[in-house]
């Protein structure tokens, strides 16, 4: 039986929609990511609470060491992640996608499709044009004010 082994991390916290009976999400709580890190006990408990609503299974390990031996599991057919915005956990990707030809780096999927190019100027110009494609409705208040 082939399964596929979904690596979540911190900037992907949900399961694929493509998920399958027998395959498995997991975790891997890397202590020497997370000193890089310098996070708050509060996101660590975000993410470990997170974590249990999903019902993924939670490594204790070195992120490639994690990866090394669960990608030498004979029924793991296929490895996928998402990208990373985070340096430090896209360097980490890269570095384990180079030792497993098995690992697929997916796209984080964008929160609005826009068919428009967002203008780089303040937030509340983007904001104006795509209030309404996220909240179903328009803001009379803040449509006014900005223009």
């Not at 911190?10 to 009976?21: V, W």
């Not at 993924?56 to 057919?77: G, K, M, R």
């Not at 896209?90 to 180079?98: N, V």
């Amino acid at each position: 039986m082939n399964q596929t082994l979904y690596w979540l991390h911190d900037e992907h916290l949900a399961p694929p929609d493509e998920i399958e009976e027998g395959d498995r999400l997991v975790y891997i709580w890397d202590d020497t990511y997370f000193d890089t890190q310098a996070w708050s006990f509060k996101r660590l408990a975000f993410v470990y609470e997170t974590l249990c609503s999903l019902e993924c299974e939670i490594f204790q390990a070195s992120t490639v060491q994690a990866i090394d031996e669960l990608s030498t599991q004979s029924d793991i057919s296929t490895i996928v992640t998402w990208q990373a915005q985070d340096p430090t956990l896209s360097h980490l990707i890269q570095a384990t996608q180079r030792r497993h030809p098995k690992l697929q780096v997916r796209p984080n999927a964008p929160l609005v499709d826009l068919q428009i190019k967002p203008p780089v100027k303040r937030f509340f110009y983007y904001w104006k044009r795509v209030e309404k494609m996220l909240t179903g409705r328009q803001n009379p208040r803040t449509y006014r004010r900005v223009k």
